[in-house]
């Protein structure tokens, strides 16, 4: 049975003396958030990941020489100690191996941890100590070139990676040269050897992804043209195809980018977020596979960096970065997929949600 009482964890852009990473309880059945408390010590902490074992929390300081005169980092924290006035909750943290680190992925053991560094074009490998602290770097690999985009694509920019579902191959979107980076990976090493390369659109920008739940399919958000390609996935080779483009926005839309994506726990709908146009636009799935928009909607926030579905799949979290807060949206069977917001939390500078099953 669902543990109807979740904690909720939310980083954010804060600087290390002001709170970056905070707590709350959410009760999947009214959808109330209660603040639990929040823990300072980090610059930037932009992108957060929980280990499935409950205990540690992962996050990124995304900071680059250029800007800030250090490069960027990543941290281990204990959860338990997230919000207490006693102990920190920092284990340690590693030189992330580039500018700007960006998104993390954790491997199907929880051994390895893997950083997307989007200001240097790297990534980079961290194994994941018995308690929970991060060691040295086990791989660090530097991707090379640049797409039509003179702005955006003047050189690589890792913006995250996932690992294929039977943790065999890592895949890595890079938003400056339009690929996906396939890796073989070394579950017991911790190593990357190079695989296959898949292009994207010219000037499209993949950066994020996501595997369907149940179906051979990823898909994957494109930042710069604010569409979603749906590729069929044969396991065996780790073999992509696109099969689908989709545009996440309605016709006369003001310029926008597209950040976040998820399935939802069922695999019946897509999600992504648009920024700018500040929406979460809502695909369902037919019989064949094919998926067509079902709806934008709006965030009622300004920003949606990234967002996060309840595990029961009835509400929707999103982080809007510009505007400070989450905003709760309800997920409405029907075709308008998702109604107006129904509570706000502030957040100063909120990037990114992850649920944690922590509350009996």
């Not at 920190?88 to 590693?94: A, C, I, T, W």
């Not at 996932?162 to 191959?169: H, K, L, M, V, Y």
């Not at 006369?252 to 500040?278: C, K, M, Q, T």
């Amino acid at each position: 049975m669902t543990n109807s009482r979740y904690t909720v964890y939310v980083g954010s852009y804060a600087t290390p003396d002001a709170p970056g990473i905070h707590a709350f309880t959410f009760d999947m059945t009214t959808g109330i958030l209660t603040a639990k408390g929040s823990s300072a010590g980090i610059a930037h902490p932009s992108f957060i990941l929980a280990h499935p074992n409950q205990r540690w929390l992962y996050a990124v300081s995304e900071q680059s020489e250029q800007v800030d005169g250090k490069a960027g980092a990543v941290w281990g924290l204990a959860l338990d100690n997230i919000g207490a006035q006693a102990t920190s909750p920092l284990l340690n943290s590693q030189a992330s191996g580039g500018n700007w680190p960006c998104h993390l992925a954790l491997d199907a053991s929880g051994k390895w941890l893997v950083v997307s560094n989007y200001g240097s074009g790297t990534v980079a490998v961290f194994p994941i100590q018995d308690d929970g602290s991060l060691g040295a770097m086990s791989e660090h690999i530097q991707h090379h070139g640049s797409g039509p985009n003179p702005e955006r694509q003047e050189g690589p920019h890792a913006h995250s990676a996932t690992f294929t579902p039977d943790n065999r191959f890592l895949i890595v979107a890079d938003l400056g040269i339009d690929q996906l980076v396939i890796y073989a990976f070394d579950p017991v090493k911790g190593t990357l050897k190079a695989h296959a390369q898949v292009h994207a659109r010219p000037g499209a920008g993949p950066r994020h992804m996501a595997f369907h739940p149940q179906r051979p399919q990823l898909a994957v958000a494109c930042e710069l043209d604010n569409t979603i390609v749906i590729y069929d996935y044969t396991v065996e080779d780790c073999h992509l195809e696109a099969r689908q483009v989709l545009e996440t926005l309605p016709s006369g839309a003001p310029e926008s980018a597209v950040a976040d994506i998820h399935f939802a726990p069922s695999g019946e709908r897509l999600y992504v977020s648009n920024r700018g146009h500040n929406s979460i636009a809502a695909f369902a799935v037919a019989p064949d596979g094919e998926w067509q928009r079902l709806a934008t909607s709006p965030t009622g926030g300004n920003w949606p960096r990234n967002f996060a579905l309840a595990p029961n799949g009835r509400f929707l979290l999103v982080a809007n970065q510009y505007s400070g807060e989450i905003t709760l949206l309800p997920v409405i069977e029907s075709e308008q997929a998702l109604g107006e917001p129904m509570a706000r939390v502030a957040v100063p500078g909120a990037s990114c949600i992850q649920f944690v099953s922590r509350e009996s």
